[in-house]
């Protein structure tokens, strides 16, 4: 089993800045593509980034150029930069993590962004 935690969410104003970090613990070998999910009111549940052990990265279209995905060294973290924050980015941002086919999800982390 792989646990995940996200933090560093948070109230931010638009056109501001916010890292997500996410943490793995557990069995970890073998951990695959990891990716940054949201899901905001009304809407369901949409993949942000994702990111392959190779380094291979995709992005929704609606975060291209702002956000970057990224890993740790020992690839078994992920982070989330997010740059010119719109209100529009506002949800509970959640990482995963794909080990031998199954899929791990974090508890989430909120962010808000006011304009």
């Known amino acids: 089993q792989v646990q995940l935690v996200e933090s560093g969410g948070g109230l931010v104003q638009a056109g501001g800045s916010l890292r997500l970090p996410c943490t793995t613990s557990?069995?970890?070998?073998?951990?695959?593509?990891m990716g940054w999910y949201r899901h905001a009111p009304g809407n369901q549940r949409a993949v942000v980034a994702t990111?392959?052990?190779?380094?291979?990265?995709n992005y929704a279209d609606s975060v291209k150029g702002r956000f970057t995905i990224s890993r740790g060294d020992a690839g078994n973290m992920v982070y989330l930069q997010m740059n010119s924050l719109k209100p529009e980015d506002t949800a509970v941002y959640y990482c995963?993590?794909?080990?031998?086919?199954?899929?791990?999800w974090g508890q989430g982390s909120q962010v808000t962004v006011s304009s």
């Open positions: 557990g069995s970890t070998f073998g951990i695959d593509v």
């Open positions: 995963n993590a794909v080990q031998y086919g199954h899929v791990f």
């Open positions: 990111i392959s052990t190779s380094g291979r990265r």
